[in-house]
């Protein structure tokens, strides 16, 4: 058992302070049991959200040290014993209290990305893919929601006016999800990217896929493919042509 140095973000949607902690650290502890500890011992009123504390409900999002990551996943060994550990609310997104903020930008993103569509003269239970296709996209439905792709994004992290135009990496990996899905025959998932969710804002910075708890290749196995399938099709000669005749 040690005291370690703590600050932490206190505040809400009128303003606030990084508020300094000393707080006891035990062998094993992971960030969010040294939170949990405040708020037995010293400051009760401190707000955080968490759910699992197995890194699997994807709550527990905040930055520590400037870095977006899961509290309950972070060791307190990953830092020195003498540093400073200071956490802060996820920066992209609105403050509620603490380190908790409204995430509500996420849900209505996902909203605005159309739902599987299958073949409408198919019923439910009459689906039949190939293995191979379900192993295709299986890495991206490991996805926890957890957001850190989305807050640590340039494109909307310093630029609150893009929000409306881009969509972000997490809707992106679901975008391409449904794009290799063999069932999913009414969007044109690449377009829909392209036109609706502003892929076209990445520069392939890879800091989403650098965060992510679950090492999805967001950029690579997500975006890269999505951005190229868009542009195959603008500059293929034979699509140009085909779209030429069809607008006669
Ligand atoms: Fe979190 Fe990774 Fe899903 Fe992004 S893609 S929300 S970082 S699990
Ligand atoms: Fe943003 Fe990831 Fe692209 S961090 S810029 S979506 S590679
Ligand atoms: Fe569920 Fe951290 S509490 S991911």
């Known amino acids: 058992m040690s005291k370690r140095e703590f600050r932490i973000w206190r505040g809400d949607t009128e303003g606030g302070e990084l508020t300094d ?27 955080c959200r968490w759910n699992c504390k197995a890194g699997k409900c994807g709550s527990c999002s905040v930055e520590i040290n400037g870095k977006p990551r899961l509290a309950c996943m972070t ?3 990953t830092f020195e014993e003498e540093e400073t550990v200071t956490v802060t ?27 599987f569509a299958p073949p409408p003269e198919l019923a439910p239970g009459e689906y039949r893919m190939q293995q191979v296709d379900v192993e295709r996209s299986q890495e991206f439905r490991k996805c926890i929601e957890c957001f850190l792709c989305q807050t640590v994004c340039h494109v909307i992290r310093d630029h609150e006016e893009n929000k409306e135009a881009f969509s972000g990496p997490r809707m992106f990996i679901r975008a391409a999800e449904l794009d290799m899905h063999p069932l999913d025959d009414r969007t044109d998932r690449a377009e829909q990217a392209s036109h609706q969710q502003g ?46 005749i069809l607008r006669r």
């Open 21 to 47: 902690y000393q707080v006891e650290v035990n062998e094993g502890e992971v960030v969010l049991d040294v939170i949990h500890r405040l708020q037995a011992t010293q400051t009760p009123d401190l707000a």
């Open 199 to 244: 892929i076209g804002y990445c520069n392939i910075t890879k800091c989403c896929t650098e965060v992510c708890p679950e090492h999805i290749k967001i950029t690579d196995n997500a975006i890269i493919p999505m951005k190229e399938r868009v542009v195959d099709r603008r500059y293929d000669p034979l699509v140009w042509l085909g779209r030429k």
């Open 75 to 77: 060791r307190m060994s």
């Open 89 to 115: 609310p996820l920066r992209t997104f609105p403050i509620i209290r603490d380190l908790v903020t409204n995430v509500s930008y996420n849900y209505t993103k996902a909203r605005e990305t159309p739902a």
